[in-house]
């Protein structure tokens, strides 16, 4: 099956800071999704991104399918963007969403 | 807010046991798929439910079963409960074959 990588695992900042965070797939995709889980368990969907780049705010995400990969971009933190950020895609005839490990991002104040 | 709802928030069994988890899909939406996350890792696929019928699923035992009724609500049965199934357990609902809207969650431990 398809495999879903992303980096780094654990991210640091201090709070007005930016960042970028990848996600490498290594067959091509039907859908992309970029998820924040809060501490209580919630998965938000932040975009659904198959290719091309998407705007929401101080967030931003670009999928580039041809090459597999994705980043998500964090501009000016704030302490409420800590959380795990997940990368999960769809791929070819799977009914399922295949997640990545995550990225643990924890913003200081 | 998703507007897919899961019951209970938090559930503790013993080994053994059996269990249901309960998810209330968002309005519209006839396909419903189930996850479980174990602690620091993403979550994984356990199957999917379309219309009633069981769509796909993932690596995962006989005794995890579910069911989809007819207003496209769901549940995850699990029988003969082991230590290993400690986790979160996550429901998502769809339109259709694309973006997947998940639940809160239901936190299970198993003692």
């Known amino acids: 099956g398809i495999q879903v990588e992303q980096s780094p695992p654990d991210l640091i900042l201090q709070e007005g800071a930016n960042s970028t965070l990848r996600c490498n797939f290594s067959?091509?995709?039907?859908?992309l999704q970029w998820f924040h889980q809060n501490p209580w368990g919630q998965l938000i969907n932040l975009f659904y991104i198959p290719s091309g780049t998407k705007q929401n705010g101080r967030l931003s995400a670009t999928t580039v399918a041809t090459e597999r990969y994705s980043l998500l971009y964090i501009s000016s933190s704030q302490t409420t963007d800590s959380g795990v950020y997940f990368c999960a895609v769809f791929s070819g005839s799977a009914r399922q969403l295949t997640f990545g490990s995550g990225t643990q991002l924890t913003v200081l104040p | 807010e998703t507007g897919v709802t899961q019951s209970p928030t938090h559930l503790i069994k013993t080994r053994g046991q059996q269990v249901t988890l309960r998810c209330s899909s968002q309005?519209?939406?006839?396909?419903v798929s189930w996850y479980q996350q174990a602690l620091g890792q993403g979550p994984q696929f356990i199957f999917q439910?379309?219309?009633?019928?069981?769509?796909g699923r993932g690596n995962f035992p006989p005794r995890f079963s579910g069911l989809q009724f007819p207003n496209y609500s769901s549940e995850l049965n699990v029988n003969a409960l082991e230590l290993d199934d400690s986790a979160l357990y996550l429901c998502a609902s769809s339109p259709g074959p694309t973006i997947q809207y998940f639940g809160a969650g239901t936190r299970l431990s198993v003692l």
């Open positions: 067959d091509s995709v039907n859908n």
């Open positions: 439910y379309y219309r009633e019928e069981e769509n």
């Open positions: 309005s519209g939406h006839n396909t």
